[in-house]
């Protein structure tokens, strides 16, 4: 039923490459006139095609990408693919990977994923083994989706999740939040070892759990087994009837092993008075056991333990078995939904956890049964593939398109309206080090300013008065004695006497930008109150309509909208990079969604994360982890060195330079595109008469002069730029605070490694 000619017809006909193309570009398309949309972001979507060679072996096809929908259509066309998986957006096309340095090569962003495999499950059905696949063994994947779906929504509050069926014995779960595709390998590992309850052939029938300490399980934990219980004992089509576990067989002696002799003996004597019992009908005589056993108890041990005796063993047999390797690499490749399965013939289509019954793997469309009926009907929406189609459009893509519509839109505002805090030690990392690790949040205060706008935009984003106020604090306490290289864990590496800076840059809308910065106490001293009543302060001292923005209507909250108390202390989070939001309290947040709506109904308990046990001890609230949008290029941050300098030779553009001091603190990107951006910190620059802001371009050179700064005259200058330049068409923008120098490039798609030209054999030692 699988030959290359039906798969010709296929993607021809059937594989929905435009749905797909819209899916995985976020609504950034190539040709969308937004300016908050990343054009080439499908095209840094690595793709693997798989070929099937002459003598029957697969060719692996990696690094493959495609600019737009219709070469995602022609390529797949003229390969025509057994199998193609997709992997995660990198920094720079993929195809490019061995034109860029190493480090510059990496991967930005990817969907969550989660491969559930019916070989993990061997060891407890009776039904089937190996690759084959029934309805009865169908019962521990609708298990499995129910169980994932819940925690993923509640527990992390991720709202666009895709279950795909395999094509042959698993199901695949793809969560699609920008939150959850942004998440490091560090954080993916944590949550799928939160998610891990059940490992897979461990020779027990026992998840083990455990009360520690507590009078019951913990809500997260109780809401699994409530639908694992379901799935186990209550469904029609349950697993202790399908599986018929509890007759003689492998699985009884480890099911009955927690038991005593005397109990064991019961359930014994049992079975031999009723030979035809069901394993339902035992299971009964076993909850008695344990319901007994629970009101004899007198210690706690005794009642731990009799409270979850039987609940571990429904949880072994129906939570899911995870894949961890699947989930814990951000560039790990996974087969795409819609593709057809190499050995059965059956389509990977998408499947409705809001209708589980409704889904049988066995009635799933082949691509011999889609292309009779296409040569019969020579209609795609008259097959047995449309309410598949017609899920993944109304059910998942319609949703999640109109979600990263409002991020592109709330990305695009952000560019000039926001306010970004940064906080950070005195102690700074050396420039060299700076912009290189996502951890190094600590150095110039400049750093990523204007970059990060974009990346707290959408829910993060609250409008109070006329303005949206956006403050993003990175909290990052560095070991002087560690010169600097190694981040501080808690106030355990001689930390305590260092103090905290805040820079703030807030743009409000008529209103010239301006940077704010507040120096506070040790942190171990410092509370979030006490940082939010002198930043509001400075605030009001500059912005009429600042006395809006009342002290008790707002407080800081994570990336995953969990508000941090007032009286939390800064030390909480000097360990580690975090990011944090000031915006309105939670009395004023919206409700609707699935974390909303967990938060109200179990409070602290909402958010359960089993590692990490000595932070939440200090946090009011815990959090889930997350990790910000990166740029799509590396950016270089160079920030001052030494001394300041001056140069006693005139420039290429005669400029007597020994009247200016030389400026050494920049960022700069490249992100593959016509220009190289630039930007300059200058405080109050924006103050100046555009006659004292002046620069000078050549082919491969550029000179900004500035007078009258702060009763100084600067320049910043290259005279041997990394690429080619179109001088006309190169100029300067001034903002409040620093200065923008957007550089043309002369050769459109070449790739700046560097900003300034590296000496190499051959060049002039002088420019």
């Known amino acids: 039923d699988f030959n290359r000619e039906l798969l010709k017809i296929y993607y021809d006909k059937f594989f929905p490459f435009l749905a797909m193309f819209r899916w995985l570009s976020y609504r950034n398309d190539p040709k969308s006139?937004?300016?908050?949309?990343?054009?080439?972001?499908?095209?840094?979507?690595?793709?693997?095609?798989?070929?099937?060679?002459?003598a029957g072996n697969e060719i692996h096809c990696r690094y493959t990408c495609f600019k737009d929908a219709e070469e995602y259509r022609s390529r797949v066309l003229e390969r025509q693919p057994i199998r193609m998986e997709i992997g995660a957006v990198y920094s720079h096309p993929p195809v490019k990977h061995k034109l860029v340095m190493k480090d510059a090569y990496k991967p930005?962003?990817?969907?969550?994923v989660f491969d559930i495999d019916m070989d993990d499950y061997d060891d407890i059905r009776s039904c089937c083994t190996g690759a084959k696949l029934c309805v009865k063994?169908?019962?521990?994947?609708?298990?499995?989706?129910?169980?994932?779906?819940?925690?993923?929504?509640?527990?992390?509050?991720?709202?666009?999740?895709?279950?795909?069926?395999?094509?042959?014995r698993g199901v695949h779960c793809w969560v699609c939040d920008a939150a959850a595709r942004r998440l490091n390998n560090e954080q993916r590992s944590a949550l799928a070892e939160y998610m891990t309850m059940v490992t897979p052939g461990a020779g027990k029938c026992r998840a083990d759990l455990k009360l520690t300490g507590m009078e019951e399980l913990h809500p997260a934990v109780s809401e699994a087994y409530t639908i694992c219980?379901?799935?186990?004992?209550d469904d029609p089509n349950c697993i202790?009837?399908?599986q018929d576990i509890l007759r003689a067989g492998p699985h009884l002696p480890n099911i009955l092993e927690p038991l005593v002799?005397?109990?064991?003996?019961?359930?014994?004597?049992?079975?031999?008075?009723?030979?035809?019992?069901?394993?339902?009908?035992?299971?009964?005589?076993?909850?008695?056991?344990?319901?007994?056993?629970?009101?004899?108890?007198?210690?706690?041990?005794?009642?731990?333990?009799?409270?979850?005796?039987?609940?571990?063993?429904?949880?072994?047999?129906?939570?899911?078995?995870?894949?961890?390797?699947?989930?814990?690499?951000?560039?790990?490749?996974?087969?795409?939904?819609?593709?057809?399965?190499?050995?059965?013939?059956?389509?990977?289509?998408?499947?409705?956890?809001d209708h589980l019954n409704d889904f049988d793997p066995s009635k799933v469309p082949t691509i011999g049964h889609l292309v009779e009926e296409f040569s019969s009907t020579q209609d795609v929406n008259k097959t047995s593939l449309r309410p598949y189609l017609h899920f993944f459009e109304t059910g998942f893509l319609q949703k999640l398109e109109a979600k990263s519509t409002e991020e592109i839109r709330a990305l695009s505002d952000a560019k000039t309206t926001g306010a970004l805090?940064?906080?950070?030690?005195?102690?700074?990392l050396t420039s060299r080090e700076l912009g290189t690790n996502a951890q190094h949040s600590a150095g110039h205060p400049m750093q990523r300013l204007g970059l990060c706008v974009g990346r707290v935009a959408g829910e993060l984003c609250r409008p109070v008065g006329q303005a949206i106020w956006q403050v993003e604090a990175v909290i990052s306490i560095w070991d002087a004695d560690a010169n600097a290289k190694q981040v501080s864990r808690g106030l355990a590496s001689g930390v305590?006497?260092?103090?905290?800076?805040?820079?703030?840059?807030?743009?409000?809308?008529?209103?010239?930008?301006?940077?704010?910065?507040?120096?506070?106490?040790?942190?171990?001293?410092?509370?979030?109150?006490?940082?939010?009543?002198?930043?509001?302060?400075?605030?009001?001292?500059?912005?009429?309509?600042?006395?809006?923005?009342?002290?008790?209507?707002?407080?800081?909250?994570?990336?995953?909208?969990c508000p941090i108390p007032d009286s939390c202390s800064v030390a909480a989070f000097a360990w580690e990079h975090n990011d944090f939001f000031l915006r309105p309290t939670p009395a004023s947040d919206s409700a609707g969604s699935a974390l909303n709506e967990s938060r109200a109904k179990r409070g602290e308990l909402s958010y359960y994360y089993a590692h990490n046990r000595d932070r939440r001890s200090l946090i009011a609230k815990p959090q889930a982890t997350s990790q910000p949008a990166r740029l799509p290029m590396p950016v270089k941050v160079v920030a001052p060195s030494g001394p300041t300098k001056f140069n006693t030779k005139q420039s290429p553009f005669g400029t007597d330079i020994t009247k200016f001091e030389t400026l050494d603190s920049y960022t700069w990107e490249d992100n593959d595109g016509e220009t190289v951006k630039v930007l300059v910190p200058l405080d109050g620059v924006g103050k100046l008469s555009p006659e004292k802001v002046r620069s000078h371009f050549g082919e491969r050179s550029f000179e900004l002069l500035v007078e009258g700064i702060g009763g100084r005259n600067v320049r910043f200058a290259c005279y041997k730029t990394h690429g080619e330049l179109k001088p006309e068409e190169c100029k300067h923008v001034v903002r409040a605070n620093r200065v923008n120098l957007i550089l043309r490039k002369a050769k459109e798609k070449d790739h700046w490694f560097d900003l300034f030209k590296k000496r190499a054999i051959g060049d002039d030692d002088d420019p």
């Open 33 to 54: 006139a937004s300016t908050g949309a990343q054009k080439d972001f499908f095209n840094r979507r690595e793709f693997d095609l798989v070929l099937q060679g002459d």
């Open 108 to 112: 930005l962003e990817r969907e969550l």
């Open 137 to 168: 063994c169908w019962t521990f994947m609708k298990a499995a989706i129910e169980i994932l779906r819940r925690a993923l929504r509640e527990d992390f509050g991720f709202d666009h999740l895709l279950f795909v069926y395999s094509g042959r």
């Open 229 to 233: 219980k379901k799935w186990f004992r």
């Open 240 to 242: 202790l009837n399908s």
């Open 261 to 353: 002799p005397s109990e064991r003996d019961k359930v014994t004597e049992f079975m031999k008075k009723h030979p035809e019992a069901s394993s339902k009908e035992i299971w009964a005589e076993l909850e008695k056991i344990a319901e007994e056993r629970d009101r004899e108890a007198v210690s706690f041990k005794q009642k731990s333990e009799a409270k979850v005796l039987l609940k571990d063993v429904t949880v072994q047999f129906a939570y899911p078995r995870l894949d961890v390797n699947v989930t814990k690499q951000i560039n790990h490749l996974l087969k795409s939904p819609f593709v057809v399965h190499p050995k059965t013939g059956r389509v990977c289509v998408p499947i409705d956890p």
């Open 421 to 428: 805090m940064v906080l950070h030690s005195e102690s700074c």
């Open 496 to 561: 305590k006497s260092m103090t905290c800076k805040v820079y703030a840059h807030v743009d409000v809308g008529g209103y010239p930008s301006f940077a704010l910065p507040i120096q506070v106490g040790r942190p171990e001293e410092t509370q979030f109150g006490t940082l939010k009543q002198a930043l509001l302060k400075e605030i009001a001292q500059r912005v009429t309509n600042a006395s809006e923005l009342d002290y008790d209507t707002l407080c800081f909250w994570n990336q995953d909208l």
